[in-house]
Nanobody, 111 residues
Framework: QVRLVESGGGSVQPGGSLRLSCVASRRILGSVVMGWYRQAPGKQRELVAI???????DYADSVKGRFTISRDLARNTVSLQMNSLKPEDTAVYYC?????WGQGTQVTVSS
């Protein structure tokens, strides 16, 4: 099992940016699915952005062109750069790695 620790959440005004990071407790492989999900109040957890087992990326339609997922395998880290944030992006964001979840980090977009 791997422990995942997220950081970088917070509050921002619409149109602002945030960068989330997730550090894994052990080496991550490029062939393992890893990425970000989110859960807004009263809604189901949904995919935001992810690295597939083939190493490609996949994004939710709602964040395409605004969010960018990246990873640093040498540092066991996956990050999510979020630009042009909207109030509907408000949620708890969770890091995911091969069946394991982080504790979540709150992102609030509000004026």
């Amino acid at each position: 099992q791997v422990r995942l620790v997220e950081s970088g959440g917070g509050s921002v005004q619409p149109g602002g940016s945030l960068r989330l990071s997730c550090v894994a407790s052990r080496r991550i492989l490029g062939s393992v699915v890893m990425g970000w999900y989110r859960q807004a109040p009263g809604k189901q957890r949904e995919l935001v952005a992810i690295f597939t087992s083939a190493g490609s990326t996949d994004y939710a339609d709602s964040v395409k062109g605004r969010f960018t997922i990246s990873r640093d395998l040498a540092r066991n880290t996956v990050s999510l750069q979020m630009n042009s944030l909207k109030p509907e992006d408000t949620a708890v964001y969770y890091c995911y790695h091969s069946g394991n979840w982080g504790q979540g980090t709150q992102v609030t977009v509000s004026s």
